[in-house]
């Protein structure tokens, strides 16, 4: 059964970057498609974008511009990076197995969640 | 732009069944794509509930079920228990595949 763990600092600096890092346990990085999604205070669920280890990517087109999903194979796991963070990315943010294909998507399972607040 | 559009709460006591809607915006959902539920008790990682409109997932309870109609997908909870009490959303593709969604969610209080 295949169990995920957010993992990264909970603080970041206005204008800085935002890394976060996802690791598998139970199953291979290289065998599904990963994503981040993420939830800002009292608001709902965003998806930030999900890849598979050969390098299919997809990224949310209002965060494409800041965001880069990328995998650790020889650690099992898969990492986030946010560029030029602002207050509005004060979030928990969530990794997530993603099944998707033409016409379905869903999501599961997911990791507990790490809080990250962007602040000086 | 797409949007998936739930109510913001709903409520019923413990034993009842309670419905919870999630409207897309465009014909993008009733035509072609499928829609997903979750379960997200604060503090904890969201869960699937409902996968491709209407599949449970293996070991979930028969007392959650999913349907679609039109653009219209919903989440039905029969038999409210006092641990369903959390919030609930929806998601799906939108814009032609282009990005996933999800709706604003739905804060389900058992009474």
């Known amino acids: 059964q295949v169990h995920l763990q957010e993992s990264g600092p909970g603080l970041v600096k206005p204008s800085e970057t935002l890394s976060l890092t996802c690791t598998v346990s139970g199953g291979s990085v290289s065998s599904y498609y990963w994503s981040w999604i993420r939830q800002s205070p009292g608001k709902g669920l965003e998806w930030i974008g999900h890849?598979?280890?050969?390098?299919?990517?997809k990224y949310n087109p209002s965060l494409k511009s800041r965001v880069t999903i990328s995998v650790d194979m020889s650690k099992n796991q898969f990492l986030l990076k946010l560029t030029s963070v602002t207050a509005a990315d004060t979030a928990v943010y969530y990794c997530?197995?993603?099944?998707?294909?033409?016409?379905?998507?869903?999501?599961?399972?997911w990791g507990p969640g790490t809080l990250v607040t962007v602040s000086s | 732009q797409s949007a998936l559009t739930q109510p913001a709460s709903v409520s019923g006591s413990p034993g009842q069944s309670i419905t919870i809607s999630c409207a897309a915006s465009?014909?993008?959902?009733?035509?072609?794509?499928?829609v997903s539920w979750y379960q997200h008790h604060p503090g904890k990682a969201p869960k699937l509930m409902i996968y491709?409109?209407?599949k449970r997932p293996s070991g979930l309870s028969d007392r959650f079920s999913g349907s679609k109609s039109g653009n219209t997908a919903s989440l039905t909870i029969s038999g409210l228990q006092a641990e369903d009490e959390a919030d609930y959303y929806c998601?799906?593709?939108?814009?032609?595949?282009?990005?996933?969604?999800f709706g604003g969610g739905t804060k389900l209080t058992v009474l």
């Open positions: 491709e409109d209407t």
């Open positions: 997530a197995r993603y099944y998707g294909s033409g016409s379905f998507v869903w999501f599961d399972p």
């Open positions: 998601c799906s593709y939108a814009d032609s595949g282009t990005y996933v969604i």
């Open positions: 890849m598979y280890y050969s390098g299919r990517i």
């Open positions: 465009n014909g993008d959902v009733g035509n072609y794509y499928l």
